[in-house]
């Protein structure tokens, strides 16, 4: 197996190899200039100094690429130079001009500055490779951040300790009364527990075909390695040993023996790593808190990841059937009473909302970290989506969740329904989870005892701290489920689903949004407060933890008119103090029942972050930090724009970027364009750097340097400047279709309908048409309105159209129609400096500048996995 120091080396040669080249070329280049130039300056007749030029530059190799520069008209100039030998008309002060011309712009302005952009560039990537060559991040972490809070480490590790090796024993009795009458007993009825019977058979059948199963195929080993791949798990010397091992054709067929031989003897599983411990890796993340890792084999990642996917699917197939099944899962609606529905039916001669509710609740939120299918591509834990996905990664689903709490705020309060939001989520919930209460509830759900042992043995692993040396004390986990795993979705979503239906049968149907352990819950008051009761109990019960800081509820009035956004009710005592929080910084506003940024915490972001670039020894190292932490990850926890959040929000995150600008950049400029302006002169004595060698990406030689604020210019202009005016919109719909109902039905004729009541008809004849309250009474199950409304408010902001005008046309409209809407504001905002720089869009042609190589750097080292 490859070195782990073979991959930096190979590309060290490569990028050296690269700046020889364009040192090479420049020197050739510049010592032709000079010939030509000396040559020119010697040439008494001006007619013959433009000809020797235009000679030069199409037959010299060097510089026969400056011929096809679109500026340069070399033909025309040929053919009137041509006719200035006989033509007086022809004056001297033109040629002079041409000579100027093709002298400064195309000779010295140009080609020079491309060749001096290109060394530049290549010296940019060397430093890059050298600072990964010293070991200035170790290889077998790849962690993206400096550890510059060694004891904030030490803490957590106390923290994590404290909890993976103490057990705690659960009441097992008590959680198997709590479940039996949840779904088998005296609390559920016939339906609940015909589907609970069906839960047991499926597991039991499941179990019967895994054992029967042909494991390990080549297809197999496709879909588990390649989700291994894009998890967080496995370091990057692994990651580099897994793609290895998957394109060595005889590696993997004695890999699938060895696996197979392993599942047939699943009884006498054991780790490969049992005696000598497996290792630890304690990962700090951006969020501030640390993740602990395992750094299993491979041997050992493959088959649990194989057995964690097959369970994964089978329980969300089957617990999706279980909710699915005839009156079990209560409707989150009120019921429309008989009499009512009759009356609709009556006036308005039909029979919306409610069930696009539900369907995103089906689709997404429950069971959300369970496999829906075996080859499925997801991103990973706190990762971006990627192209190729083919389920929405779980930060997509979190962004369309703030959406949904924005939107069904604004419009329950529009609408003059106060409105309750509750939020909280679980302290240490992965390596707090008793391993008492899993085998409780994997037993209710009738998985044998074989399997139990099996998944016991996974959970007592042996491990110990990479960083405490090869001789530190092995020790045996009693608590927890390790990280990146779904093995460990598998056993704290069964858990949780057991919450998900007590809410639902305690609540009468409310919808609990929970996403792993972070939970919400929102509507009237009492069916919050009895969702808190359920949660609780449910938690103390299973010998859980609720994290306090990351607890709160918030209470919003129904808005009926403009002074009522000064009003902010009061909370009943039975729910949570504490802010209502979505990631980060935001927060949920009790008087506007808006989401607003937390400047005090991005303060705190703001410290960290000068702390991580100031740590940073290349240019490269500093670009991947800003554009991770400063760009990315800011702008996903300031939450994804949206029609909900309005016009007003994005332009709170734009000050929001100003100000940490502002704050790191101080004494530099004010800007990242100035500060990096200044960090490369430094190193390579070159000023005036064109924005556009900074800003555009890769694939066009720039340093893709992001800036924070060209996509929320590019959204703003298609956001409501206030989300209510959808909702006004609404209404004047909803008061017209009253009016057009009513008139409707005051002009048609009697009618006769045999299936309606005789008595209620012939009340109901004699009646006016329905008031305006009750036509209105159930927008959310009659509105086709109110769902427009609805879902134009959860829409995300789309991306102004950017179209290809003035100096970006030097790119080919194949070129332009694969960058992002993003790369193509900034070319167009860079482009015209860019040619008037290098005549060209591109500092070098395709191949010149090792771009793979910084391609390849950015994937291996700061891909954020932790």
Known sequence: MASHHVFPEMLATISEAKLKEVLSQRTKFEGELQQLLNAVNNERDQRLKVKMLLDRIESVPSMSKIAKTPRLRLDDIRHFVEQAENDPSVSIGLMKQWQATLSRESCVGTQSERYKYSELYCRLTNEWVSVSKQGSIDPSNPVTLIDL??????????????????????????IEDYLKELFAETGSNQDIQAAYHALRVSTQEFETRLHNNKHFSQSDLKWIIGGLLRSDLLTEQKQKQLKELYNDKDLLLALEEHLKFRMLNLDNWDWSSAKEGIPINQRRGLSGRYRFFHDESLFDAIMLRYIGVKWSVFFQSAMTKFRASPGVW??????????????????????????HRLQHFKDEIFLEQLTKEEEEIRGAYDGNPEDGDTRKSSIQISQTLLHTIATEVLMKTYLGEDQVVVKTDFKWFGPTLPHSTIFTVLKFFNVSEKWISFFRKVLEAP????????????????????????????????????????????????????????????????????GWNSIIKFTNLMGL??????????????????????????????????????GLFLKLDSKSGRFIIDQIMVDKHISELSLQLDACKSVF??????????????????????????????????????????????????????????????????????????????????????NPFTTPYLLRDNLPVDPKAVLDTYMMQEKAAYETAKTSFEKKPPFRNFNFPLQMSDRLKLEPFMPFEEFSKYREKTSTALLNAYTTLLAPARCKKIIQTGSSCYLSHDTWSDLSAYHQSTVQLHASDMVNRFDEILIAEDGVLPTKTVKRLRESRFKLQD
């Not at 409707?331 to 919306?352: I, N």
């Open 545 to 582: 933890v609720l994290n306090i800081q990351k607890t709160g509820s918030c209470k919003i009035a129904g808005k009926v008119s403009e002074s009522d956004y000064q009003v902010v009710p009061s909370l009943p005592k039975a729910l949570p103090t504490g802010e209502v929080r979505w």
């Open 621 to 706: 190292d500093w670009i991947q930090v800003w554009n991770i932490y400063a760009v990315r990850f800011f702008t996903t926890h300031f939450g994804q724009s949206a029609n909900c959040l309005g016009r007003g929000h994005l332009a709170t995150v734009i000050k929001t970027f100003n100000r940490i600008q502002a704050s790191l950049f101080r004494s530099t400029g004010g800007s990242v364009t100035s500060t990096l302006k200044e960090m490369i002169k430094e190193r390579s004595k070159i000023d005036d750097i064109p924005d556009g060698f900074l800003y555009f990406p890769t694939s066009l030689c720039g340093l893709d340097v992001k």
């Open 463 to 530: 491990v110990k701290f990479a960083e405490d040396g090869p001789d530190t004390t092995v020790r045996v986990r009693k608590r927890g489920t390790p990280p990146s795993n779904p093995l460990s979705d598998v056993l704290a979503e069964a858990i949780f689903f057991c919450m998900d239906f007590a809410f639902n049968r305690d609540t009468g149907g409310a919808i609990l949004y929970r996403m792993h352990d972070d939970v919400w819950m929102w509507g009237q008051e009492n069916a919050c407060v009895v």
């Open 330 to 355: 209560k409707s989150s609606s009120v019921a429309m009473p008989k009499e009512d529905k009759l009356r609709r039916e009556h006036f308005l001669g039909r029979r919306y909302l409610e069930a």
């Open 149 to 174: 809070t060694r004891q904030e480490k030490r803490d957590e590790r106390v923290e994590w300790e404290k909890y993976v090796f103490t057990p705690l024993n659960t009441n097992t009795a008590a």
